[in-house]
């Protein structure tokens, strides 16, 4: 059982490692392309969508495009991370409850 559970953290901990790495590599090449477009937001448009299409996108109709799919990406990332860290402490923590 112990095997198992630290079989567990550790494929969860790399999930993560492989998860951060991916997302960067996906979130770097929209950014590239919205940094030479010299489009600015902040991070309540990033977790606010509707915020983000009535104030953002009119701005910068030609990157509404990248826009979107960047914030996607962002949030999905996120969310991802928050979900593995989760399963990591709790995993952790039945661990040292368990040893």
Do not use: W
């Amino acid at each position: 059982m112990y095997t198992l559970l630290i079989t567990i953290v550790i494929s969860l901990f790399v999930a993560m490692l492989f998860l951060n790495v991916y997302f960067r590599v996906k979130v770097l090449k929209v950014y590239k392309s919205l940094v030479q477009a010299r489009v600015e937001f902040g991070a309540t448009h990033l977790f606010n969508p509707s915020k983000m299409e009535a104030d953002i996108i009119p701005k910068y109709p030609k990157q509404a495009e990248n826009i979107r799919i960047f914030c996607s990406h962002m949030r999905y990332s996120i969310r991802m991370a928050t979900v593995l860290i989760a399963l990591i402490t709790l995993f952790g923590a039945i661990l040292m409850y368990y040893r």
